[in-house]
Structures are given as C-alpha cells and as structure tokens.
C-alpha cells in the first residue's frame, strides 16, 4: 500500500513525464521512497495473479469513462 506522500509522487511522476496512464516504479530505503521510472504501456497480469486484484477492470472503466 502506497502512502499519501508516495501516490503523489507518483501522480507527479506521470505528469511530468506527461504520461496520463503510467506504472511508476517506487522502492522504500532507510531515506525515503525513490521513483525510479514511468512505464507508459504497464503491464498487470502478474500483479494480479499474485495479489488477486483486478487491475485490468478498473483501467478499463477508467479509460472507456474518457
């Protein structure tokens, strides 16, 4: 689960890289979260395999919704 501070950074992340849509890569260290990239074409299966989430329905509804 992301905190408040690492979902904006994140948000932040794609905006800056004007990405609407993105997977951000984040890693915790003993000096923070770090951001390490924006994948513009993110891919979900094996998060949701493992998980159990549905991510693919959500950004499906999220897009259509556009």
Avoid: H, Q
């Amino acid at each position: 689960t992301l905190t408040a501070e690492e979902r904006d950074g994140a948000i932040r992340a794609a905006a800056a890289c004007a990405m609407p849509f993105a997977g951000v890569d984040v890693i915790r260290a003993a000096d923070g979260s770090w951001f390490l990239e924006c994948n513009p074409s993110p891919m979900f299966a094996y998060l949701e395999s493992r998980a159990g989430i549905d991510v693919a329905g959500p950004l499906a509804d999220l897009l259509a919704g556009r």
